[in-house]
C-alpha cells in the first residue's frame, strides 16, 4: 500500500466521504420526521391564531426542504460529480441550497420580532402580529430572499473541473454570507426576543388572558433556545468561509495545514450548517410542554399504546369494591 494513503489529507479526505455517507443520510431521517410533526403541530387549531406559531410554521417546512435537498445534493457530488461536469446543476445547486437556508433564517427572525410585538405595550408594535400582516412578510421573504441572492448562479461557473467562485466575488460572496449568516441574524434575533423578554417579565403582573400569556411564554422559549443553537452551529460557516478567502494566498502553507482547514470547513458547511434544519423538533421538545404533550399524544395515538379510559377502570373497580 502506498504511503501517501497514510499523509494526513489522505485520512482526512476517507474521513469526509464516510461522514457523509453515514452521518448525512441520518439527517435527512431526522428532519422530515422532526419537521413533519413540526407542522403537524402548528397546524392545530390551538396555534392557528398565532403569527409566531405561522412563521414558525412555515421555517419547519422550508427546513425540510433545505435537508433533503441539501443533503441529498452533498451525497448524490461525492457519489457522482455532477457540479464539475453540469454547469447548470452547478450553478443552481448552491443557489437553490443557499435560497432554502436563507428563507428558513428569515422566518426565524420573524418570530422573535412576532413575539416582542405581541408582548409589546404599543398598540402600533402589536400591529406587526397581526395574522393578515404575517401573511405579508411571509410572501415578502419568500420574494426577496431569491431575489437577493441571485448573485450566486450568474458568478459561479466550473474552472478546472471543479465548480467554484472565481476572482474578487469570492471574496465579496464571504463578506456576503458573513453579512446575512454570520452578523444580522444573530443580533436582530438576540436583540428582539431580549426586549420581548423584558415585555414577558412586564406581563406577570396582568392576570387577564392567562391562556394567551402562556403560549407566547411557549413561543418565546422555543425561539430563544433556537437562537442559540443557530449561533452556535451557523456561525462558524460564515467564519470559515471568509477566513478562507482572506488566506487563500497566503504563501508557506503545507499540505497537512491546507487539509485540516478544508476539513473544518466541511464540518461547517455540511454538520453544522445543516444541524438548524432538523434541531427544532427537540428543541421544542426540550421547552415546550404543550409541544411535548402533543407528541406524545399523537405517539400513543398513533401505535396503540393508550392506557385505559378511566371510565373503564372504574366500571372494573367498582363491582370489587362493592362486594367487598
Given at each position: 500500500?502506498?504511503?501517501?494513503?497514510?499523509?494526513?489529507?489522505?485520512?482526512?479526505n476517507?474521513?469526509?466521504?464516510?461522514?457523509?455517507?453515514?452521518?448525512?443520510p441520518?439527517?435527512i431521517?431526522?428532519g422530515?420526521?422532526?419537521?413533519g410533526?413540526c407542522?403537524?403541530?402548528?397546524?392545530?387549531?390551538?396555534?392557528?391564531s398565532?403569527?409566531?406559531?405561522?412563521?414558525l410554521?412555515?421555517?419547519?417546512?422550508?427546513?425540510?426542504?433545505?435537508?433533503?435537498f441539501?443533503?441529498?445534493?452533498n451525497?448524490?457530488?461525492?457519489?457522482?460529480?455532477i457540479?464539475?461536469t453540469?454547469?447548470?446543476?452547478?450553478?443552481?445547486?448552491?443557489?437553490i441550497?443557499?435560497?432554502?437556508?436563507?428563507?428558513?433564517r428569515?422566518?426565524?427572525i420573524?418570530?422573535?420580532?412576532?413575539?416582542?410585538?405581541m408582548?409589546?405595550?404599543?398598540?402600533?408594535?402589536?400591529?406587526?402580529?397581526?395574522?393578515?400582516?404575517?401573511?405579508?412578510?411571509?410572501?415578502a421573504?419568500?420574494?426577496?430572499?431569491?431575489?437577493?441572492?441571485?448573485h450566486?448562479?450568474?458568478?459561479?461557473?466550473i474552472?478546472?473541473?471543479q465548480?467554484?467562485?472565481?476572482?474578487?466575488?469570492?471574496?465579496?460572496?464571504?463578506?456576503?454570507?458573513?453579512?446575512?449568516?454570520?452578523?444580522?441574524?444573530p443580533?436582530?434575533?438576540?436583540?428582539?426576543?431580549?426586549?420581548?423578554?423584558?415585555?414577558m417579565?412586564?406581563?406577570?403582573?396582568?392576570?387577564?388572558?392567562?391562556?394567551?400569556?402562556?403560549q407566547?411564554?411557549?413561543?418565546?422559549?422555543?425561539?430563544?433556545t433556537?437562537?442559540?443553537?443557530?449561533?452556535?452551529?451557523?456561525?462558524?460557516?460564515?467564519?470559515?468561509?471568509?477566513?478562507?478567502?482572506?488566506?487563500?494566498?497566503?504563501?508557506g502553507?503545507?499540505?497537512?495545514?491546507?487539509?485540516?482547514?478544508?476539513?473544518?470547513?466541511?464540518?461547517?458547511?455540511?454538520?453544522?450548517?445543516?444541524?438548524?434544519?432538523?434541531?427544532?423538533f427537540?428543541?421544542?421538545?426540550?421547552?415546550s410542554?404543550?409541544?411535548?404533550?402533543?407528541?406524545?399524544?399523537?405517539f400513543?395515538?398513533r401505535?396503540?399504546?393508550?392506557a385505559?379510559p378511566?371510565?373503564?377502570?372504574l366500571?372494573?373497580?367498582?363491582?370489587?369494591?362493592?362486594?367487598?
Amino acid at each position: 500500500m502506498s504511503n501517501s494513503t497514510f499523509t494526513l489529507p489522505a485520512r482526512l479526505n476517507t474521513l469526509q466521504e464516510q461522514l457523509t455517507y453515514i452521518v448525512l443520510p441520518v439527517y435527512i431521517v431526522l428532519g422530515i420526521f422532526g419537521n413533519g410533526f413540526c407542522i403537524a403541530y402548528f397546524l392545530q387549531r390551538s396555534q392557528r391564531s398565532s403569527s409566531c406559531a405561522f412563521y414558525l410554521l412555515l421555517a419547519a417546512i422550508v427546513n425540510m426542504l433545505a435537508v433533503v435537498f441539501g443533503v441529498t445534493t452533498n451525497i448524490v457530488n461525492l457519489w457522482k460529480s455532477i457540479a464539475t461536469t453540469s454547469l447548470i446543476y452547478c450553478k443552481l445547486r448552491m443557489y437553490i441550497n443557499h435560497t432554502l437556508i436563507f428563507i428558513g433564517r428569515s422566518f426565524t427572525i420573524l418570530a422573535s420580532i412576532d413575539i416582542y410585538s405581541m408582548t409589546s405595550q404599543k398598540l402600533t408594535h402589536r400591529v406587526f402580529s397581526q395574522h393578515s400582516y404575517a401573511i405579508k412578510y411571509a410572501i415578502a421573504v419568500v420574494i426577496c430572499c431569491p431575489l437577493i441572492a441571485v448573485h450566486i448562479p450568474i458568478m459561479n461557473t466550473i474552472v478546472a473541473g471543479q465548480c467554484v467562485m472565481t476572482g474578487v466575488y469570492s471574496l465579496i460572496f464571504a463578506i456576503y454570507q458573513m453579512l446575512i449568516a454570520g452578523v444580522i441574524p444573530p443580533i436582530a434575533m438576540v436583540t428582539f426576543s431580549c426586549l420581548a423578554y423584558f415585555n414577558m417579565q412586564k406581563l406577570n403582573i396582568r392576570q387577564d388572558n392567562l391562556i394567551k400569556q402562556q403560549q407566547q411564554r411557549q413561543h418565546l422559549r422555543m425561539v430563544i433556545t433556537q437562537i442559540v443553537v443557530y449561533i452556535i452551529s451557523a456561525e462558524l460557516v460564515p467564519i470559515t468561509t471568509l477566513y478562507k478567502q482572506l488566506t487563500a494566498n497566503v504563501i508557506g502553507k503545507s499540505q497537512d495545514q491546507k487539509a485540516i482547514e478544508a476539513f473544518i470547513v466541511f464540518l461547517a458547511s455540511n454538520f453544522l450548517l445543516y444541524l438548524n434544519t432538523w434541531a427544532a423538533f427537540f428543541i421544542y421538545y426540550a421547552t415546550s410542554s404543550a409541544f411535548r404533550l402533543a407528541f406524545i399524544r399523537i405517539f400513543k395515538k398513533r401505535f396503540r399504546i393508550d392506557a385505559l379510559p378511566m371510565a373503564e377502570i372504574l366500571n372494573n373497580t367498582l363491582p370489587t369494591n362493592r362486594n367487598a
